[in-house]
Nanobody, 124 residues
Framework: QVQLEESGGGLVQPGGSLRLSCAGSGFTLDDYAIGWFRQAPGKEREAVSCISSSSDSIYYKDSVKGRFTISRDNARNTVYLQMNSRKPEDTAVYYC?????????????????WGQGTQVTVTS
């Protein structure tokens, strides 16, 4: 059974940093493309960043380019999202998702398995 669990969320001041982790269980992460998505209050869930199974293809939403970095450690069955220079508009619940493909478009319906999410709040 494929399970994903996010961690690392919390409260951070503008300009601060957080690293989110997405730990997989019940499957081998090597075979899956992974995405990070977020949903702010009153808004639709949106794609933030996605990474192919071999890390050779990476996508970032324009508003996070240069601030966020996605990476994966297949040996640890974990994908990370390093978030620097946080802005209040980054406040959201962040979800990781997986699909059994080498590479997938970074869209919601491209992913089959989802974690429960972790809250990230950027506030002074």
């Amino acid at each position: 059974q494929v399970q994903l669990e996010e961690s690392g969320g919390g409260l951070v001041q503008p300009g601060g940093s957080l690293r989110l982790s997405c730990a997989g269980s019940g499957f081998t992460l090597d075979d899956y493309a992974i995405g990070w998505f977020r949903q702010a209050p009153g808004k639709e869930r949106e794609a933030v960043s996605c990474i192919s199974s071999s890390s050779d293809s990476i996508y970032y939403k324009d508003s996070v380019k240069g601030r966020f970095t996605i990476s994966r450690d297949n040996a640890r069955n974990t994908v990370y999202l390093q978030m620097n220079s946080r802005k209040p508009e980054d406040t959201a619940v962040y979800y990781c998702a997986a699909v059994l493909r080498v590479q997938a478009m970074c869209v919601l319906n491209g992913y089959d398995y989802w974690g429960q999410g972790t809250q990230v709040t950027v506030t002074s």
